[in-house]
Nanobody
């Protein structure tokens, strides 16, 4: 069983930045895909960004040009650098990992963008 623990959420003003971190309980080099999803109140969970074991990245249109996803294999972590944050980025952000045919989720971290 793999555990994913997110950190780095919080309250930030519009235009600010946050860096989310997701640390896995085991070596992530074999994780096929790791990613970040978010869910705002009253909305479905949606993809923000994901990265494959080979480093290929995919971003939601809303994240392109503002967010950067990366993997740190030495720390067993996937990072999400979020810049130029907007109020509509407010949501609970969840880390996700796909290992073979299994999907794992973290418990989420709250990001609130407000003045």
């Amino acid at each position: 069983q793999v555990q994913l623990v997110e950190s780095g959420g919080g309250l930030v003003q519009p235009g600010g930045s946050l860096r989310l971190s997701c640390t896995a309980s085991s070596n992530i080099m074999s994780f096929r895909i790791m990613g970040w999803y978010r869910q705002a109140p009253g909305s479905q969970r949606e993809l923000v960004a994901r990265i494959s074991s080979g480093g290929t990245t995919t971003y939601a249109d809303s994240a392109k040009g503002r967010f950067i996803i990366s993997r740190d294999n030495t720390s067993n972590a996937v990072l999400l650098q979020m810049n130029s944050l907007k109020p509509e980025d407010t949501a609970v952000y969840y880390c996700n990992a796909i290992i073979l045919l299994n999907i794992y989720w973290g418990q989420g971290t709250q990001v609130t963008v407000s003045s």
